[in-house]
C-alpha cells in the first residue's frame, strides 16, 4: 500500500510535521541559557528583543547570528562538496569506470569545485568574520547590518542555482510519478564543463543548466561582494578611538585585505560570467574566435582566480597568526612583518594569473615575467612561515587540539607552499602542467591549511559561542586524524603527478592503481575526521559542560585576554548577577530582555 503514496504526498506530510513542531516549540515561555542569554518570545526585529524559533533566523540582522548562519551553510556545503571528492575518490578506486560513468564524474569534480570555492571557504571566514570581528574591534555590530542579512540570503538560492541539475533529477524522479510533464525538469542535467569553465566548450554545451549555473555563481560574487564592501567599512568606521592601526589584530587586518581583493576580483568574476551567459544565449562573441578568442576568457578568468586562491588562504593565515600565539604563551613574533606580508600578497596577487597560461603558448618573455613575479610571492609567505615557528620558539606549547590542527597547517603549508614554487617555473610547469601534481599542491593548502585552521578556531571560540566547552580528547585525535589524511591523500598526488598522470581523468593506466587507492584511504580517513569533528560540536553544544569562566584558555597569564573574550566573561557576569536576584525581580526582569540580543546560541 505503501508503494502506491507518491513521493510528493509523504514529503507534504513530514513538512506539516515540522512546521507543527516548530510552532509548539516556539510557544514555550522564555528560558535563560548558559552564556547568560534568555529566549524571549516577544517579537520584534529591530528592537533588543529577538523573535522565537525559525522567525528569529530568517529575519534576524545580528552579526552572530549571521555569522552562526553563515557557518551553518558553509558546513552543509563542505559536506555536499565532500560528498562529490568521496565520489571522485572511489572512481579512482579503479583503473576503468567501474562505478560511475564517464558523464557523472565530470559533472562531480565540476559541482565539487564550484561547491567547496564559493559555497564553503568564503561563507565559512564571512562567518566567523561576522561573529567574531565586532566583538574584536569592540564595535556593536557591522556597519550595516541589513545589508549583511540579504548578503548571507543570497547564497542559498546561489547554491540552488549551481547544483541545480542534481536537484532537478530528484525532482523529476519524485515528480515523475504523477501525471505531470517533467521533460524541462530532466533537460537540465548537472554540469560537467570543470570548474574553471573554459570556453569553446562551456559555450557550445548544449545542457541548459549551464547557464542557470552561471546565474547562481553570479549572484553569489555579489553576495560575497556585499559582505566585503561591509567589513572594510566597518574596519574604517567602528573601531574605537584607542584602536590604532598599530594595535589592530591580525585577523582583521588579513579580513580588510581579503576585503579588498574580493572588492577588485569578483566584479571582474561577474562580467565575465555575464558576457558568457550572452555568448552561450545570445550569439554574442567575447569568446568565439572572431571576437576575443578562448585566450580571453583564461585572461580574464586567471586574473579573478589566482587573486581568489589568496581570497581562500588569507583568512586562514589571520586564524592561524590569531590563535597560534595563545597556545605559545608567547606573543605574535614581528607582527608588523606579518602585516606588511600580508599586504604584499594582496597586491601581488593580481600580477600572478598568466602562470596559469605557460602551457597556452604565449610569448616567452611574458612568460618570464610572470614566472618571476609568481616566483617572488612566495617570499612574503615564507615571512609569515618563518614568524609562525619563530613564535613557538622556546614558547610553552599547548597541544590542544588547537594547537595541533595549526601545527599541522604549517606543515602542510611548507609542502603546498614549496610545490608551488616549481609550478611558478616555466620549464617544471610545461612538464607538470594539467597533471596531479597541481591537484596536490593546490589541495595540500585549500584542504590542508584551510581546514585546519577553520577547524582550530571552531575550537578556540567553541566556548565562546555555545557556553559550554568540547570533548578535548576527542577533539585532539580528530585534529590527529585531519592531519594524517591529509598527507595520505594529496603526497600521492604529487607523485602521480610527477609519474604524467592528467588531472580530470576517470580512466588511467593500471600502473597508478596503488598510488590511486592511498590517496582514497587517506580520503577515507579524512572522512571519519569529518564525522567526529561533526558529532563533536553537535553534542558537545548540546550536552557539554557548562563554561563558568571566561578564560578558558589561561589568556589572562600570558596578557592575552583580548576583547571578545573580555566581552564573554561580561556575558557571564551578568548571567551570574542574574541569577542571584528574585524570580520576581523587576530588574531581572530588565536584564534578561537587556541581554537577550548579547548572547551568543539563545
Known amino acids: 500500500m505503501l508503494e502506491t503514496i507518491p513521493g510528493v504526498v509523504v514529503a507534504a506530510v513530514i513538512a506539516a510535521a515540522l512546521l507543527t513542531y516548530y510552532r509548539l516549540r516556539s510557544g514555550r515561555p522564555a528560558r535563560s541559557f548558559a552564556d547568560g542569554g534568555t529566549a524571549s518570545v516577544t517579537v520584534g526585529l529591530t528592537g533588543t528583543e529577538k523573535p522565537a524559533g525559525l522567525l528569529r533566523w530568517f529575519t534576524t540582522v545580528d552579526h552572530k547570528d549571521i555569522g552562526l548562519l553563515y557557518i551553518l551553510f558553509g558546513t552543509a556545503a563542505a559536506l555536499w562538496g565532500a560528498t562529490d571528492a568521496m565520489m571522485i575518490r572511489t572512481e579512482l578506486l579503479v583503473p576503468e569506470t567501474a562505478i560511475w560513468n564517464v558523464e557523472t564524474y565530470n559533472a562531480v569534480f565540476t559541482t565539487h569545485g564550484f561547491t567547496m570555492l564559493f559555497f564553503f571557504v568564503t561563507p565559512v571566514f564571512t562567518g566567523i568574520a561576522n561573529y567574531v570581528l565586532p566583538l574584536l574591534l569592540g564595535a556593536d555590530d557591522l556597519a550595516f547590518p541589513r545589508i549583511n542579512a540579504i548578503a548571507f540570503w543570497l547564497l542559498p538560492p546561489s547554491l540552488l542555482l549551481v547544483r541545480g541539475g542534481l536537484i532537478t ?10 501525471p505531470l510533464d517533467v521533460s524541462a525538469l530532466e533537460a537540465l542535467e548537472p554540469v560537467g564543463m570543470g570548474w574553471t569553465m573554459y570556453t569553446p566548450l562551456s559555450v557550445e554545451m548544449a545542457n541548459p543548466q549551464i547557464s542557470v549555473a552561471l546565474l547562481g555563481l553570479h549572484l553569489s560574487g555579489v553576495a560575497t561582494t556585499m559582505a566585503a564592501i561591509n567589513f572594510i567599512v566597518t574596519v574604517l568606521t567602528e573601531r574605537p578611538d584607542d584602536l590604532g592601526w598599530d594595535r589592530l589584530d591580525i585577523f582583521s587586518w588579513n579580513i580588510l585585505v581579503t576585503s579588498g581583493l574580493i572588492l577588485l576580483a569578483f566584479p571582474l568574476l561577474g562580467s565575465t560570467l555575464i558576457m558568457l551567459l550572452l555568448d552561450r544565449n545570445f550569439g554574442t562573441t567575447f569568446f568565439a574566435i572572431e571576437g576575443g578568442g578562448p585566450m580571453l576568457w583564461q ?10 586562491v589568496y581570497i581562500l588562504v588569507l583568512p586562514a593565515f589571520g586564524l592561524i597568526s590569531l590563535i597560534l600565539p595563545k597556545f605559545c604563551g608567547r606573543r605574535l613574533f614581528g607582527f608588523r612583518f606579518i602585516v606588511y606580508s600580508t599586504i604584499a600578497i594582496g597586491v601581488m596577487s593580481f600580477g600572478v594569473w598568466a602562470h596559469h597560461m605557460f602551457a597556452t603558448g604565449m610569448d616567452p618573455r611574458l612568460r618570464a615575467s610572470f614566472m618571476a613575479v609568481s616566483l617572488a610571492i612566495a617570499i612574503p609567505s615564507a615571512i609569515k612561515e618563518f614568524n609562525w615557528i619563530a613564535t613557538m620558539w622556546n614558547g610553552r606549547l599547548r597541544l590542544d587540539a588547537p594547537l595541533i590542527c595549526i601545527i599541522g597547517g604549517l606543515s602542510t603549508f611548507v609542502v603546498g607552499g614549496i610545490t608551488g614554487v616549481f609550478l611558478a617555473a616555466v620549464p617544471v610547469d610545461l612538464v607538470l602542467h594539467d597533471t596531479h601534481y597541481v591537484v596536490g599542491h593546490f589541495h595540500l593548502i585549500v584542504v590542508g591549511v584551510i581546514p585546519l585552521a577553520m577547524i582550530a578556531a571552531s575550537y578556540y571560540w567553541f566556548p565562546l559561542i555555545t557556553g559550554r566547552m568540547y570533548n578535548q580528547r576527542l577533539a585532539r585525535v580528530q585534529s590527529l586524524l585531519l592531519v594524517v589524511g591529509s598527507f595520505v591523500t594529496f603526497l600521492p598526488l604529487l ?6 598522470m592528467p588531472r580530470r581523468y576517470g580512466v588511467y593506466p593500471a600502473e597508478f592503481i596503488t598510488l590511486n587507492q592511498i590517496a582514497s584511504l587517506g580520503a577515507l580517513v579524512l572522512g571519519v575526521s569529518v564525522v567526529l569533528w561533526l558529532v563533536n560540536m553537535v553534542q558537545s553544544a548540546r550536552v557539554g559542560p557548562v563554561v563558568r569562566d571566561a578564560d578558558v584558555w589561561n589568556l589572562k597569564e600570558t596578557g592575552q585576554f583580548t576583547r571578545e573574550w573580555q566581552w564573554f566573561e561580561e556575558r557571564l557576569e551578568d548571567r551570574r548577577a542574574d541569577s542571584t536576584r528574585p524570580e520576581s525581580s ?12 548579547d548572547s551568543g546560541t539563545d
Do not use: K, N
Not at 533529477?169 to 504523477?178: A, E, K, N, T
Not at 607523485?495 to 604524467?500: N, S, T
Open 299 to 308: 585572461h580574464l578568468f586567471w586574473f579573478f582566480g589566482h587573486p581568489e
Open 586 to 597: 523587576p530588574e531581572r526582569t530588565r536584564a534578561g530582555e537587556g541581554t537577550d540580543s
Open 169 to 178: 533529477d530528484v525532482m523529476g524522479m519524485v515528480l515523475g510519478v504523477l
Open 495 to 500: 607523485v602521480l603527478g610527477y609519474e604524467g
